[in-house]
């Protein structure tokens, strides 16, 4: 039991009866007292719901099924006393929930039967005299309970059986033809005013090119003339500034030969002094120093002949002694020659048999000796024997004595002499 000072919010409302009410006291967003006891407060709610309302497959007057979704929001009004205590006779400590069903049914309802009435053509063409038809009916009998419909409007429309979307293609055929008429008008109009603008414009091209022309041609005329005057002018002015620049040039050129006369003077002068100067240094330096290399020079020319005539008689004398000293040597080495080979004959003559053997004794060990001289650069010597003859060192050394023992007939054969013979003299 609650008593005493109590309050709501501006979204519900108080409903007091009992003691000293006749009929319950409807306090929206506020405060009263409360009698305990004798008094019983209760509340209800004034929030907006949003209600959705779905009518699936309604036939239309036509008998087309349509779908239709609609969107609506009530309330319970708590402005008007009469349809606060309405909505209290009705609503008062119901849930929430129930309510909310309530307004629901009633407005499905509503929304089926207006369906029914209309064409298809109509709900979707004009939906706002469907919405404000279902606003209208639906509101009439939702006051009689104390609830206001705040908005109603169609969230969707569907068609199963595809009428929508052959009005849909009939219209965007429509709209199509339409749309190429409007444009094909729209393209001739345009052609015909982009023609009469270019005329206009050529037109008027025309006339202000020749207004151009005359413009220019006149100008031109001007500029001709001024242009007569101002070469006139400036001839004029060239041909004395012409006249005046000669005038001053004559003038330079006159000073510039004096003054050319005056520096040629001075060259003159300078010239002549440079001469004597150079004939001064030619005499110090090139005349007399020449005088004094020449009497070097005939000195030194007279003591180089004296000295190669002596050194010719020198060598002349040197040469003469050197023959003679040739002569005598050649003269005695011929004479101890004769004297050494008459001696060799006579020896010879002595001593015939004991020469001859001497000579080839000394010959054989150089033949000998010529005859080993290939083995010498012999790095191995490969040697092969069949029976029982000899090997090695011992077979070498005899094939050499050998070879030796073959020298008299070498010489016989070369010369015709033959050692034998002679050692047998």
Known sequence: MTWGFVTCGPNEALVISGF???????????????????????????NTMTIQVDSPKVYTIQGVPLSVTGIAQVKIQGQNEEMLLTACEQFLGKPKQEIHEIALHTLEGHQRAIMGSMTVEEIYKDRKKFS????????????????????????????????????????????????????????????IKEAMAEEERMAAKLINDTEIAKAQRDFELKKAAYDVEIQTKKAEAELAFE???????????????????VERTQQIAVQEQEIQRRERELEATVRRPAEAEKFRLEKLAQAN????????????????LKGEAESFAIQAKA???AEQAMKKAEAWKEYKKAAIINMVLEALPKLAAEVAAPFENTKKVTM????????????????????VNKVPEMVTTLTGVKINDVMNM
């Open 132 to 191: 404000k038809q279902v606003f209208e009916v639906a509101s009439s009998d939702l006051v009689n309970m104390g609830i206001t419909v705040v908005s109603y409007t169609i969230k969707d429309i569907r068609d199963e059986e595809g009428y929508l979307r052959a009005l849909g293609l009939a219209r965007t055929a429509e709209v199509k033809r339409d749309a190429r008429i409007g444009e094909a008008e729209a393209k001739r109009e345009t052609t």
């Open 305 to 320: 002949r004296t000295r190669i005539i002596l050194e010719a008689e020198a060598e002349a004398e040197t040469l003469r």
């Open 384 to 403: 092969v024997a069949s029976g029982d003859g000899d090997v090695g060192a011992v077979r070498l050394t005899n094939e050499i004595i050998q070879i």
């Open 335 to 337: 004479k101890a020659d």
């Open 20 to 46: 000293c009410y006749g009929k319950p006291n409807l306090v929206p967003g506020g405060r009263a007292f409360v009698w305990p006891v004798i008094q019983y407060c209760q509340r209800i709610c004034l």
């Open 243 to 261: 006249l005046q620049a000669a005038k001053t040039k004559q003038r330079i050129k006159e000073e510039q030969m004096q003054i050319d006369v």
